[in-house]
């Protein structure tokens, strides 16, 4: 007989690590999906994953079985991204101030496409999405891919509603710009 | 061209954002300009051809994977909060963590040659080390002399080498990862050194760490502070191990740990300084990485 979530979350929270199984199989696809669409790194993608459900495991006791796992995955998830970036930003400006780090960006350029097999219908969408910052692959998956209200969005990233639409507008003109970009590079 | 068109607007319209009085402007508007007709449809298709894009298979991950790992790495963290019976236990268990953390941040020695570490009551209260000029020779030559950041509120803190290559450990003392096998070590030590004051390689041990503590600055307290008191049920518990810790360990006075407790704790709740130990690592990693390239270059020339 299947779970309800309800009944696997008062399990996870006494620690029952068969109902943990039950939550993780039921989310890990969608978690692993956002974050990759976030990060365009499988690599990173699956850190985030393990870590997300680790801090789901830690944070166990305090989950309310009114309220679904997957929002509360999902801002989690959003967050070590964003926490990750933050570290990786201060770290590069500081490198900088050395100039001993001319070349080492770990996602932002080149590779983030790897273990990705070539899709020829949608390649030059990646190519078009992996040429937008990550903010702005970000906020198009969510509001697109997870359809999240813009306050929802507001929410999970910590920011304003009004710097949400704002962001979402930027980032639609500039998906359509890189797009028609490749298309004309593909024309001629 | 944006200003005649209400772009923005436009695309709150497209995800059902509006008011009921923006949505008439958005419509009228659309229904007099084809501008905006065909941006919109531009815009939702490409919205499609989004959710279209497959992501790889996360190939390694089972569900069984996910969840020995998460538990697993959270059981490790709670390593050093496992609560003894008695209050010295208590002591000795997070005195224990804590000089551990401080050892692996200096890479104590423990054939310190140097003779005599002098150990005096004066507070090794955490002051702004001045940051070295910035010239590239000094780095180029010596990496490990001196490596600065500018923190926000305008004060150097100046790391040595050492310091920064063991972060990962005391990194890995917080997230409880593998140092297990290390800390072993130096548990055995530091177990002699708090309880048996007579001991002296235990005695001699403490000294070094004394000595070490003293060199110290801020950043390397936060870090040690965060080892230990990471486990703390509460903000009191916290101020309260934090003074242990500044006055058992780094040889701080009384009255001067109280004063500096809550500064610390600060800066640890901000992450400020820890994260910036994080930069610091990496820049050095690089460092070296590139060093190395160097070398490597020059040798199969």
Redesign the interface.
Known sequence: MPYTEKENILALREGN?EA???V??EN??RI??LL??MTFS?DD??NH??EA??R???HRQKLDPQYPIYPWLRRVAVNLVLDERK?RE??LA??E?????EN?RRHSEGNLLD???S?E??SH??DA?NSLSEDFRTI??L???EEM??NEIAETLGIERGTV??R??RA??A??AE?KKTQEVRNT | MNSNHP??ML??YL?G?LTAEETAVIEEHLASCEECRV?LE??RS???????????A?S??T??N??D???R??NE?NIHSISPQSRTAQFVAFAMAAAAALMLCFRIPWDITESGPEINSKPAIAKPIEKPE?D?SV?ENDPYSYLS?DISNNVSVTASAPIINNLDMVGNLNVGLNVEPMLNQYEVILLRAVTADEDEDAGAELLNIQKAAKNSDLLTKTQSARAFTISAPDYDEHLRRMEMLLTRIYNVDESSAKDEAPAIQKAISSNDLI??N??LR??LQ??NE?VNKKAMESQSK
């Open positions: 690590a943990f199984t039950r993780i199989e890990r696809r692993f999906s990759w669409r499988a993608a699956e994953t393990q459900f680790t789901l495991w830690e570290n201060q770290h500081f490198a101030n050395y100039r001993i780090n080492r273990k990705q097999e899709n219908t949608f969408v990646k999405l198009l998956w509001r697109a891919g209200s813009y639409m704002s979402i507008f639609r003109e998906l359509a797009l | 772009r923005e695309s709150a995800d954002e941006t531009i815009w490409n919205d499609k051809l989004i959710t279209g894009i497959v992501e790889p996360s390694e991950m569900a069984e996910i969840m790992t998460a538990r790495s959270s963290q910035e590239e780095f950041v994260m910036r994080g930069q990496n820049a690089e460092y590139k």
